[in-house]
């Protein structure tokens, strides 16, 4: 779906996952159909649940949700990057409105954007960051939550 990382990062690094954090592989999606069997973390915001897919490779950061027609209301996508960057985002492909978290390593939200299907626009972290979490859009205004607030799970706790 997105993930257009200011031409730079899209040229395919190998992920490092912190020690302790083993995601296996996704099975690999057909042209046009969107990624379903990612390895899948707890997040947590507050005493909300998040069942976050998890992009760690390049094509499955490019792919990102792309092609999904809907999500449950508690799920959400993380993307994965090797090293803290300025992370960029589109809507190519993308059927549902999302919005994307751009999270620094201890899991603190540096800013969050609205972004609408189907388009081109580029959407960016105001920051370098290592971590993405994409949402329905609306999932965190209306769980009150903003930049600042800071999201736990053992991803976020292996980077302290």
């Not at 090293?83 to 985002?89: G, H, I, N, R």
């Not at 993308?94 to 626009?121: C, E, H, R, W, Y």
């Not at 960051?129 to 991803?155: C, D, H, S, T």
Request: proline content about 6%; glycine content about 8%; charged content about 20%.
């Amino acid at each position: 779906m997105k993930l257009l990382q200011r031409l730079i990062l899209a040229a395919g690094l190998a992920l490092a996952l912190p020690a302790g954090i083993s995601f296996a592989q996704s099975q690999a999606t057909t042209e046009g159909s969107p990624q379903m069997n990612l390895q899948r973390t707890r997040l947590t915001a507050g005493m909300h649940l998040i069942d976050a897919q998890v992009a760690q490779t390049n094509d499955q950061r490019m792919t990102g949700l792309m092609h999904r027609k809907d999500m449950p209301p508690n799920e959400g996508m993380l993307f994965v990057f090797e090293q803290p960057s300025q992370q960029c985002f589109w809507m190519k492909n993308t059927l549902i409105p999302l919005t994307a978290a751009f999270i620094a390593d201890d899991g603190t939200i540096v800013n969050l954007v609205d972004m609408k299907p189907q388009s081109l626009d580029s959407h960016c972290s105001e920051k370098p960051v290592r971590y993405v979490l994409e949402m329905n859009k609306g999932w965190f205004e209306r769980k009150g939550l903003k930049a600042g607030f800071k999201l736990g799970g053992p991803i976020f706790a292996a980077r302290r």
